[in-house]
């Protein structure tokens, strides 16, 4: 017995120092690592699903989620940043870098929301009704700029409206339209519905029926959100795992809390 332990002991000397000899150590494979890069508004929905599928994947290294603006997050894709899963706030940002990503796939839809101060202090009944007050009263108007997916749906429905409301500032996600708001920079801003919802309170939806019936609301100024694994990326198999369980009924129900229309 005694013999072979020893025996086992030397091998194991043998082992490290022909380790130390050739500079190699004994290594073990590297978790795979997972980064997931999304437009601004779906913060509360994908920091939940994160949560829940890091639970799930113990075997996967998720990194912080990236937030911005859609058209940054394409515009960092195409320079290299080393995203493995993108999520936009609408087709057209989405179908800019298709040859840089699998085929996308639709899991939500949004629609636009004019979010006030708490309560709504200056009585602002409608978009129609800031306008004339941004001009007699000097009401501030802010919203995203023309090639972020907020932009291009707001300026969808104020041409549906056909009416002119020039904002004194345009930003490059929804979230700063939603922060000038919340801190009293502007009056009035054009974000999505789940953001007003992930708001907690610090901001109030102005509801439109001046301007036109609920129900055409939400389907002029709507976007849809599509989702894909970045051709790249060197995390597949942990990148579609991710995309299965945004679309997954779990993925489903945490989109659905936070005011989403879930897509089938």
């Known amino acids: 017995m005694r013999r072979g332990v020893a025996v086992a002991a030397a091998l194991a000397l043998v082992g490290t120092l022909v380790?130390?000899?050739?500079g190699c150590t004994p290594t073990t494979s590297p978790r795979p690592q997972l980064t997931v890069a999304a437009a601004a508004s779906l913060d509360a929905a994908?920091?939940?699903?994160?949560?829940?599928?890091?639970?799930?994947?113990?075997?996967?290294?998720?990194?912080?989620?990236?937030?911005d603006g859609s058209s940054t997050l394409v515009a960092q894709l195409r320079e290299g940043a080393p995203f493995d899963v993108l999520a936009t706030a609408n087709e057209a940002t989405m179908a800019s870098v298709a040859s840089l990503v699998s085929t996308p796939q639709l899991?939500?839809?949004?629609?636009?929301?004019l979010a006030v101060a708490p309560g709504n202090p200056l009585r602002i009944r409608s978009l129609t009704d800031l306008a004339e007050r941004a001009e007699a009263e000097g009401l501030r108007f802010v919203a995203c700029a023309a090639q972020v997916p907020c932009g291009a749906a707001s300026a969808t429905l104020l041409g549906a409206?056909?009416?002119?409301?020039?904002?004194?500032?345009?930003?490059?996600?929804?979230?700063?339209?939603l922060a000038k708001v919340r801190s009293g920079e502007a009056d009035a801003g054009l974000v999505y519905a789940t953001d007003v919802v992930s708001a907690l309170g610090a901001?109030?939806?102005?509801?439109?029926?001046?301007?036109?019936?609920?129900?055409?609301?939400p389907t002029v100024a709507f976007t849809r959100y599509p989702i894909a694994v970045v051709a790249a990326s060197p995390n597949?198999?942990?990148?579609?795992?991710?995309?299965?369980?945004?679309?997954?009924?779990?993925?489903?129900r945490v989109l659905g809390d936070v005011g989403f229309e879930v897509l089938r």
Do not use: C, K, W
């Open 19 to 22: 380790a130390s000899l050739t």
């Open 236 to 252: 597949q198999d942990a990148a579609r795992a991710f995309v299965d369980f945004v679309l997954s009924e779990r993925g489903a």
């Open 203 to 217: 901001v109030t939806a102005v509801e439109p029926v001046a301007d036109t019936p609920p129900v055409q609301y």
């Open 46 to 67: 994908f920091t939940e699903i994160l949560a829940q599928f890091t639970v799930d994947h113990p075997e996967v290294e998720v990194r912080p989620l990236v937030l």
């Open 161 to 177: 409206l056909g009416m002119s409301l020039a904002p004194v500032s345009e930003e490059q996600s929804v979230s700063a339209v």
């Open 107 to 113: 899991f939500a839809r949004n629609h636009l929301a």
